[in-house]
């Protein structure tokens, strides 16, 4: 079992910026992934970015060039620097880690922005 802890959100004005962090249990090891899925009311949650095999990331394109996922500063952590918030950003905000093939979410944050 690996539990995540998430961290950040909050509300903010579009323009802005806010960072999320995930860590998840300490001692787990084979964590392959972490990411972070969003979803916003009356939607279905969606990958916002991925973080896997050394260091690779991907991204949504609707985020490409404003949100950066990174390592966290403990092991199996990670963070999500997100820059040019939009109104279309507000959602609430699950961190995801892979594990043996088995996926595993957070809690959530909420992620509100105004326009």
């Known amino acids: 079992q690996v539990q995540l802890a998430e961290s950040g959100g909050g509300s903010v004005e579009a323009g802005g910026s806010l960072k999320l962090s995930c860590a998840a249990s300490t001692r787990i090891l084979g964590i392959s992934e972490m990411a972070w899925y969003r979803q916003a009311p009356g939607k279905q949650r969606e990958l916002v970015a991925r973080i896997f095999e050394e260091l690779q990331t991907a991204y949504a394109p609707s985020v490409q060039g404003r949100f950066t996922i990174s390592e966290g500063a403990a092991k199996n952590a990670v963070d999500l620097e997100m820059d040019n918030l939009k109104p279309e950003d507000t959602g609430v905000y699950y961190c995801?880690?892979?594990?043996?093939?088995?996926?595993?979410w957070g809690q959530g944050t909420q992620v509100t922005v105004a326009s």
């Open positions: 995801n880690a892979i594990r043996g093939g088995v996926p595993f």
